[in-house]
């Protein structure tokens, strides 16, 4: 069904320009909106086919096999994060490393913060 709505909503995102018009520039900014939801739709998809292909069931992604039952974790996506850019009029999801955290421990926002401002005399 994903790869379904995939196609859908790809064949929407490329065929947007000649099925969508406006009569009046007051329309501009709905057609924009428009555009945004379905080329979202597509990046979103995508990544999502990408993550159950690759990852499988992790977190609060549960992905059924064809026969119904959960796609076991791929333990090997643990401190991935998967990415999905446009990069030449189509989506693609890759997958990088998740940054670790800082070691030093006063790096609160309010701590940065004050330093940030402190700095520039403010």
Known sequence: ALREASAVFRAALCGFAEENTWADVQELPHLF???DMVAVQ???TDG????????????G???LGEDGKP??????YRG???LTQLRGGEF??????VRPFPEERELWFETVWKQYEEERGH
């Not at 999502?48 to 977190?59: I, N, P, S, V």
């Open 80 to 82: 991935r994060r998967i």
């Open 48 to 59: 999502m086919l990408y993550a159950a292909e690759y990852a499988g069931t992790r977190g």
């Open 33 to 35: 909106a428009a555009l």
């Open 92 to 97: 693609v999801s890759f997958e990088r490393d």
């Open 42 to 44: 597509a990046a979103y």
């Open 61 to 63: 992604a549960l992905v």
């Open 71 to 76: 796609v076991p974790e791929n333990a090997a």
